[in-house]
């Protein structure tokens, strides 16, 4: 698995809104964890309701800042832009993969 490649196809397709190819990326039982927003959201219906609230909501636009990954991880530092307050905000994901997807994901934000 080339995680450099899959991380920026990951950032673009989010950056489109497209969400039934942003849900591609996910396995289905993903466990995507934000404690910047105070929830763990489960499964494809959590990570909908994720990006629908947070990024399409705020029309956020990510950019990949750093990406550091070893087999099967993945950390990337961002810079996010959109609608909400900060108007601009740094964030962390941390990733695990598992059959060529992201099985888990802890995200926050940094100021």
Do not use: Q
């Amino acid at each position: 698995m080339d995680i450099a490649a899959f991380v920026n196809n990951w950032i673009a397709v989010g950056n489109s809104y497209d969400l039934k190819k942003y849900l591609g990326f996910f396995e289905e039982d993903v466990i995507f964890d934000d404690p910047s927003v105070g929830r763990v959201f489960h499964g494809h219906a959590g990570v909908t309701e994720y990006f629908n609230s947070y990024f399409i909501g705020y029309k956020t636009h990510t950019e990949l800042v750093k990406l550091e990954h070893t087999v099967g991880t993945a950390h990337l530092e961002v810079l996010f832009t959109g609608d909400f307050p900060e108007g601009k905000i740094g964030g962390t994901f941390d990733f695990t993969f598992r059959n060529g997807k992201i099985a888990t994901v802890k995200a926050d934000l940094i100021s």
